[in-house]
T-cell receptor
Framework: DVKVTQSSRYLVKRTGEKVFLECVQD?????MFWYRQDPGLGLRLIYF???????EKGDIPEGYSVSREKKERFSLILESASTNQTSMYLC??????????????????FGPGTRLTVL | GDSVTQMEGPVTLSEEAFLTINCTYT??????LFWYVQYPGEGLQLLLK?????DKGSNKGFEATYRKETTSFHLEKGSVQVSDSAVYFC???????????FGTGTSLTVIP
């Protein structure tokens, strides 16, 4: 079974702190994603990565950065946490449908989520 | 651009009722289509998928058929249970590229 793990299920931080959310997948997937989920807004893509050291901005990258130094690990960084970043954060990984990168993405596999509260 | 539109909730049903959650999509070419389920306090998990027109995905009594002519992928279950209470997301993966598009989710509550 594919497994995607996230470093914490619950996290409480103070405004201005630097916050690291870690995500690890064990199936050698090329693609990894960070989303945030808020009531009434569904899932919103923050950043994604299609290879080691590669990253692309999603829909709401402001206030966040990411790091992918190894294929299995994708970190989300809140440089200076703010109360409006209180949310559920979901990590996901995926592989390409076809050979190489010629196809679209196959299903995404999600971690259990990290509920972050910024006070 | 590519997108997914799904029925807004919340939906409340009695146990053993019939469930339909509508999902329509906009995409070029032939995307893959998915339904995910999220139980309280958990991440999303794949419920079913279909990768080409007229395919039917099924799992745990849920079904959805990929209808290219109506650009739809509606989720159905003949008899819901209390344990089906969750949020359901319709999603799309375009034919090429590395993006994924989710609907806004539909909350289902099944009462005994």
């Amino acid at each position: 079974d594919v497994k995607v793990t996230q470093s914490s299920r619950y996290l409480v931080k103070r405004t201005g702190e630097k916050v690291f959310l870690e995500c690890v997948q064990d199936m050698d997937h090329e693609n990894m994603f960070w989303y945030r989920q808020d009531p009434g807004l569904g899932l919103r893509l923050i950043y994604f990565s299609y290879d080691v050291k590669m990253k692309e901005k999603g829909d709401i990258p402001e206030g966040y950065s990411v790091s992918r130094e190894k294929k299995e690990r994708f970190s989300l960084i809140l440089e200076s946490a703010s109360t409006n970043q209180t949310s559920m954060y979901l990590c996901a990984s995926s592989f390409y449908e076809g050979a190489g990168t010629s196809g679209g993405l196959n299903e995404q596999f999600f971690g259990p989520g990290t509920r972050l509260t910024v006070l | 651009g590519d997108s997914v539109t799904q029925m807004e909730g919340p939906v409340t049903l009695s146990e053993e009722a019939f469930l339909t959650i509508n999902c329509t999509y906009t995409a070029t070419g032939y995307p893959s289509l998915f339904w995910y389920v999220q139980y309280p306090g958990e991440g999303l998990q794949l419920l079913l998928k279909a990768t080409k027109a007229d395919d039917k995905g099924s799992n745990k009594g849920f079904e959805a058929t990929y209808r290219k002519e109506t650009t739809s992928f509606h989720l159905e279950k003949g008899s819901v249970q209390v344990s089906d209470s969750a949020v359901y997301f319709c999603a799309l993966s375009p034919y090429t590229g590395n993006q994924f598009y989710f609907g806004t989710g539909t909350s289902l509550t099944v009462i005994p």
